[in-house]
Antibody, heavy 119, light 107 residues
């Protein structure tokens, strides 16, 4: 059974870069599938941030204006989220996920990690 | 971006009821729609993909229907474990987008 676990700071200062890591167990990320990040807020609901394939192919949400990058570390079976120049609007619960297909549905979700942007 | 509108936003219901939730897309997404269930403090859980395909392990009382711009999630006989929020998601094109959610609550 695939399991995903997010880790990283729960508090980030405005204008800094939010960094989270997703550790995957029960499946090798180099075998296939896309791996992605989503977030959820009471106001905007669920929002897809971006996805990556183990080859390095990435897709990201244009609404984030190129602030997103998703590094992947196949040796550790992990992928990460880097969201630059954060503001209070980036306060959310962040989820990592396994996505079926390049543009697909979310088969497996991490448990989610709350991140607050505040000075 | 493709907008998804769910209705109703809140659905009061009782155990044993047949309930339906609608998701309307701002343009055709053919069959590329998924449904999720989310309970408080938990991640969403995939119920249905490709509009009507039941994810493995999901009870058969859940079903999905529709194509194009209008879709429905139906629970044939509501169980106590089904009181939760439900979301639709389109994956015809990037960016992937979600509906605003429907909360099924105890009447």
């Amino acid at each position: 059974q695939v399991q995903l676990q997010e880790s990283g700071p729960g508090l980030v200062k405005p204008s800094e870069t939010l960094s989270l890591t997703c550790s995957v167990s029960g499946y090798s990320i180099t075998t296939g599938y896309y791996w992605g990040w989503l977030r959820q807020t009471p106001v905007k609901g669920l929002e897809w941030l971006g996805s990556i394939f183990h080859s390095g192919t990435t897709y990201d949400n244009p609404s984030l204006k190129s602030r997103v990058s998703i590094p992947i570390d196949t040796s550790k079976n992990q992928f990460s989220l880097r969201l630059s120049h954060v503001t209070a609007a980036d306060t959310a619960v962040y989820y990592c996920a396994r996505i079926w297909g390049a543009s697909g549905y979310v088969e497996f979700w991490g448990q989610g990690t709350p991140v607050t942007v505040s000075s | 971006d493709i907008q998804l509108t769910q209705s109703p936003s809140t659905l009061p219901a009782s155990v044993g009821d047949r309930v339906s939730i609608t998701c309307r897309a701002s343009e055709s997404i053919t069959m590329w729609l998924a449904w999720y269930q989310q309970k408080p403090g938990k991640a969403p859980n995939l119920l249905i993909y490709k509009a009507s395909s039941l994810q493995s392990g999901v009870p058969s009382r859940f079903s999905g229907a529709g194509s194009g711009t209008e879709f429905t999630l139906t629970i044939s006989s509501l169980q106590p474990d089904d009181f939760a929020a439900y979301y639709c998601q389109q994956y015809r094109t990037f960016p992937l987008t979600f509906g605003g959610g429907t909360k099924v609550e105890i009447k």
